[in-house]
């Protein structure tokens, strides 16, 4: 089995969401909270990691940008995702290094084919 996609996401509603969709598509998802990812890729491979932006903790900026300045990790997929009122949040997540950066709404209408293309 593939490594499962690392998922930074607190909202309930959404996060079944996520876990539905990938349910449907065949891919493994391991639900993680921030301050653990640092030791979670250190610990096994992972290809790919969804922040949600607006996670409670703040923190989802801070764990991409540690994620991209370790040597080790920085080939890690980063996905996040926000509302898409949020510009300055969006710009601060580019420059930590996030992948893609996507409106919530898209996010959410594009999750099938990402979650497939994430998995590799």
Known sequence: MSEPILVVVDDLIFLSKIQQTARQVGVAL???DPSKVEDR????????IILDLNHRSGAAVDVA????????????????????VQGELAAAARAAGCDMVMA????????????????G
């Not at 940008?65 to 898409?84: D, E, G, Y």
């Not at 594009?110 to 293309?117: D, N, Y």
Request: glycine residues 0%; charged residues 20%.
């Open 30 to 32: 391991e639900v993680i």
């Open 41 to 48: 890729v250190r610990d096994s491979p992972v290809r790919s």
């Open 65 to 84: 940008r540690a994620i991209k300045a370790n040597p080790a990790t920085r080939n890690i997929q980063l996905v996040a995702f926000l509302s898409h």
């Open 104 to 119: 919530r709404s898209a996010f959410a209408q594009q999750l099938p084919q990402l979650l497939t293309k994430l998995a």
